[in-house]
């Protein structure tokens, strides 16, 4: 709709009022009969107070032209402000006041909603109003007690398997949880002279790797609880793992990554030397062709299948990379976070090595995960807000930022249908959040069965 313009023509006078000649008597009580071919209004019937121009007429000398003050208000605010009763002094402002209307029909006003630029409603022809925010429960559904979980940054203690298994590591033990039905079973203890530094299901969710603090590598059956293999190769402890369809990398103390192959019979295939600390982050991409490592050197190098030097090498990160997240959207697109000197998560292209965006989150990334069911991550922090965060991608809108955990959220893992998140930290605490929408629908639906409340105790 155009914006109407101020008419420069007179006002429409009542019947009787002439534009070029009117009696001075019929503005106020004076006695004189002069007529005048210009038209000035009474000050007392102009209703100038009401925008504050002028100081409010005492009651005395309100009784002037009636017919006048109605026309005013009309043309200013309406012919609804122009009825008899809206005559009478506006001592306190009506329910309409300075109220725009879309169904005036009378003349056009200088004050009309589209010479302001506001609507009161949208038009076949306005913008669709914009869609609410996604609503995320801000509290977790379910808590479990975690005694003697690590408060560690570098090591990788809490894994969900596609069977809807969580593995734990407490202490020297690896205790798993099953999502279905709550039991718990003790996996494993190491003994006092060792101790568990990372766990990682294989794809499959029938076998678990565990690292270990003395540098092993051990693999077990889930199922049978029963260890199937140990493999050496590290010097010192073995922080972080990670399985592709066939290959178990592992990354050490001892600056290594390892590469183990069940099928064969040494310990280890290959071994990719680049950092130059303690490799704390370590992911394959979704089709097995790259392996992105990240250390405690504040380097992200990202890794070939034809190679044993990096094909990348991205230093922007200014503290340790330990958070890593390949997307499941896109083909060669990673996301990193950097520890609390840096607080940045940044996105790569990993065919040309390009950064495409970046944020700074506020606090120390420790974690990253991509939803599989839409185009969003979520971030777990530590120092110093200890906070859970959902971003939007490629905008990197928050949509919500999640608080409960008292110490750094040190651990994350997702559960198989991609809605839950698992998060733990050196509170001892396990806590599930319900974050992402499913598949098929964008409600979240919550299984009162399965995630009851309160708080269970890992024994």
């Known amino acids: 709709m155009e914006s109407p313009q101020a008419k420069k023509s007179g006002l429409n006078l009542p019947a009787g009022m002439s534009g070029t000649s009117l009696r001075l008597d019929t503005i106020s009580k004076s006695s004189s009969s002069t007529c005048s071919d210009r038209f000035i209004p009474c000050r007392s019937s102009s209703r100038l107070h009401t925008f504050g121009l002028i100081e409010k007429p005492s009651p005395a000398k309100e009784g002037g032209n009636e017919a006048y003050s109605r026309l005013l208000k009309s043309e200013l605010f309406g012919s609804d402000f122009a009825s008899p009763s809206s005559?009478?002094?506006?001592?306190?402002?009506?329910?309409?006041?300075?109220?725009?209307?879309?169904?005036?029909?009378?003349?056009?006003?200088?004050?009309?909603?589209?010479?302001l630029g506001h609507r009161t409603e949208f038009s076949s022809d306005s913008p669709t109003p914009p869609k609410p925010p996604r609503k995320v429960p801000?509290?977790?559904?379910?808590?479990?007690?975690?005694?003697?979980?690590?408060?560690?940054?570098?090591?990788?203690?809490?894994?969900?398997?596609?069977?809807?298994v969580l593995a734990v590591a407490l202490g020297t033990c690896v205790y798993l949880w099953s999502a279905s039905n709550s039991k718990v079973t003790k996996l494993c203890d190491l003994g006092p002279h060792d101790g568990v530094c990372s766990v990682q299901w294989t794809r499959e969710g029938s076998f678990i790797s565990i690292g270990t603090n003395l540098g092993?590598?051990?693999?077990?059956?889930?199922?049978?609880?029963?260890?199937?293999?140990?493999?050496?190769?590290?010097?010192?402890?073995?922080?972080?793992?990670?399985?592709?369809?066939?290959?178990?990398?592992?990354?050490?103390?001892?600056?290594?990554?390892?590469?183990?192959?069940?099928?064969?019979?040494?310990?280890?295939i290959g071994k990719l030397v680049g950092h130059k600390s303690e490799v704390c982050g370590l992911k394959w991409s979704c089709d097995d062709r790259e392996l992105a490592s990240g250390g405690n050197d504040n380097q992200l190098l990202v890794w070939n299948q034809h190679s044993q030097?990096?094909?990348?090498?991205?230093?922007?990160?200014?503290?340790?990379?330990?958070?890593?997240?390949?997307?499941?959207?896109?083909?060669?697109?990673?996301?990193?976070?950097?520890?609390?000197?840096?607080?940045?998560?940044?996105?790569?292209?990993?065919?040309?090595?390009?950064?495409?965006?970046?944020?700074?989150?506020?606090?120390?990334?420790?974690?990253l995960a991509w939803?599989?069911?839409?185009?969003?991550?979520?971030?777990?922090?530590?120092?110093?807000?200890?906070?859970?965060?959902?971003?939007?991608?490629p905008s990197l809108a928050k949509v919500a930022t999640l608080t409960g955990h008292s110490?750094?959220?040190?651990?994350?893992?997702?559960?198989?249908?991609?809605?839950?998140?698992?998060?733990?930290?050196?509170?001892?605490?396990?806590?599930?959040?319900?974050?992402?929408?499913?598949?098929?629908?964008?409600?979240?639906?919550?299984?009162?069965?399965?995630?009851?409340?309160?708080?269970?105790?890992?024994?």
Request: charged share 20%; hydrophobic share 35%; proline share 5%.
């Open 87 to 115: 005559s009478s002094p506006m001592t306190s402002p009506s329910k309409n006041m300075l109220r725009f209307k879309t169904d005036h029909s009378g003349p056009s006003s200088p004050f009309s909603p589209s010479v």
């Open 216 to 268: 092993q590598v051990q693999i077990w059956d889930g199922s049978r609880c029963k260890k199937v293999r140990t493999m050496g190769g590290h010097q010192t402890r073995t922080g972080v793992l990670a399985w592709n369809s066939r290959i178990l990398a592992s990354g050490s103390r001892d600056r290594n990554i390892l590469q183990h192959d069940m099928r064969v019979s040494s310990d280890f």
């Open 309 to 367: 030097q990096p094909a990348l090498r991205l230093t922007e990160h200014t503290a340790a990379v330990k958070a890593i997240a390949w997307s499941p959207h896109q083909s060669g697109f990673l996301a990193s976070g950097g520890g609390t000197a840096d607080r940045c998560i940044r996105f790569w292209n990993t065919t040309n090595g390009h950064q495409l965006n970046f944020v700074d989150t506020g606090s120390q990334v420790c974690n």
């Open 371 to 393: 939803s599989k069911n839409v185009n969003e991550i979520v971030s777990t922090h530590g120092y110093s807000q200890n906070q859970i965060m959902v971003w939007k991608y």
């Open 407 to 459: 110490m750094r959220v040190l651990y994350l893992a997702m559960s198989p249908d991609g809605q839950t998140i698992v998060t733990g930290a050196g509170d001892e605490t396990l806590r599930f959040w319900n974050i992402f929408p499913s598949m098929k629908t964008p409600a979240l639906v919550k299984d009162t069965a399965l995630w009851s409340l309160g708080r269970t105790q890992i024994r």
């Open 138 to 164: 801000k509290t977790p559904h379910k808590v479990l007690d975690a005694p003697s979980l690590q408060d560690d940054f570098y090591l990788n203690l809490v894994d969900w398997s596609s069977q809807n």
